[in-house]
């Protein structure tokens, strides 16, 4: 959990999104909450992929998810899935990188996940995220009402 963000107590409902536990909310734990990547040995890594690169394209791949692997090192060990983000807020999910790029805006870090493009890891409140979410979809539906109409795109 973040600062800010307490459990519910009561099984009722997340103080943060309202979800319960018919909606599928899951309290777990332990969790191991420590650095999951050593980062050195992630460069190193890196680093002989790099080199072997042009062999073929295991070896490109190894290099993209290496790093997808260091730049999320630096985010907490959750992340969020943006399907369920999309109906926490009763939109279509908005890309990953919008949501990121509102984050940013806010002054929070944010990356993809290394196992699944279509999550995002944040150093943001969940509260935070939705709200991200809620602005980033509503700037695309404002895109695409724009590109059909011919007026003016919003904010970038």
């Known amino acids: 959990m973040y600062e800010g963000e307490e459990h519910p107590g009561d099984g009722t409902a997340c103080g943060v999104c309202g979800a319960t536990e018919s909606d599928g909310l899951v309290l777990s734990g332990p969790m191991w909450i420590g650095r999951l990547q050593n980062v050195d040995f992630l460069r190193e890594m890196r680093a002989i992929a790099s080199r072997r690169r ?3 394209k295991e070896w490109r791949q190894a290099c993209d998810v290496i790093g997808k692997l260091i730049h999320e090192a630096n985010e907490p060990p959750m992340y969020f899935e943006l399907g369920q983000i999309a109906r926490r807020i009763g939109a279509s999910a908005p890309p990953r990188q919008r949501i990121s790029d509102e ?3 806010k002054g929070y870090s944010s990356s993809a996940v290394h196992c699944t493009p279509k999550c995002i890891k944040t150093s943001a409140p969940f509260a935070v995220v939705l709200q991200a ?5 509503e700037d695309v539906d404002a895109m695409m009402i724009a590109a059909k109409t011919g007026s ?3 904010r970038e």
């Open 54 to 56: 042009a062999e073929n």
């Open 133 to 137: 979410a809620r602005t980033a979809a």
């Open 152 to 154: 003016a795109a919003p």
């Open 103 to 105: 984050l940013a805006r």
